[in-house]
């Protein structure tokens, strides 16, 4: 984290010592935060409040331990993909000028032009749980949010939705964007995502 805290404020002290526009990147302070907190609520969306009750060693169940663990990680290699498609997003457009407003930079969340964000957030989530979770009980295993899916299609679903409501949340703070991340979360305004 701190290496990645470190590269921020440099990119900001080489990168933004010129004017910048009224969008976009806020500070490396801001920016940093606002990835450790997304990062915290996002753990906390999945497996609720209580992390020490909720998580499973591999003493104590090595399976449904194996199954949060890779649920967890392929959650957050989801994430990292929807926002390294958001970035690549802007920068190009912040390059050739066709974003020139917060509005035309939030349409950057969501882009996905070469199916990355599908394969890493739909795909590759059904395939890891289904290969390590598949006998686990979801509302004991992942008492968060997502505590009342049905079956691993829904509960996969559900992960997709609470990545897109963080990285929502983070890119409008870290980016002074104004995206209505209940919205954008599942496509309705039904307070599945509140700021």
Do not use: W, Y
């Amino acid at each position: 984290m701190a290496k990645a805290k470190s590269k921020t404020e440099s990119d900001e002290s080489k990168n933004c010592a010129a004017s910048t526009p009224d969008f976009g990147a806020t500070s490396s302070s801001v920016v940093n935060a606002t990835a450790m907190q997304r990062e915290l609520d996002l753990i906390h969306d999945i497996f609720g409040s209580d992390l020490d009750t909720a998580i499973f060693t591999e003493e104590a169940d090595k399976d449904l331990s194996k199954c949060q663990q890779q649920a967890a990680k392929q959650v957050k290699k989801c994430q990292d993909t929807k926002l390294k498609e958001f970035n690549k997003c802007k920068k190009s457009g912040l390059k050739d000028e066709s974003i020139q407003s917060a509005s035309e930079l939030a349409v950057c969340m969501g882009l996905d032009p070469k199916g990355k964000i599908a394969k890493d957030c739909v795909t590759k989530i059904d395939d890891k749980l289904s290969k390590k979770c598949g006998s686990a009980v979801i509302v004991t295993v992942f008492p968060g949010e997502c505590s009342g899916s049905a079956n691993l299609g829904e509960l996969g679903n559900c992960l997709d939705r609470l990545v897109e409501c963080r990285v929502c949340l983070g890119l409008n703070a870290a980016d002074a964007l104004s995206r209505d991340c209940d919205a954008f979360d599942d496509g309705l305004t039904n307070g599945s995502c509140p700021p």
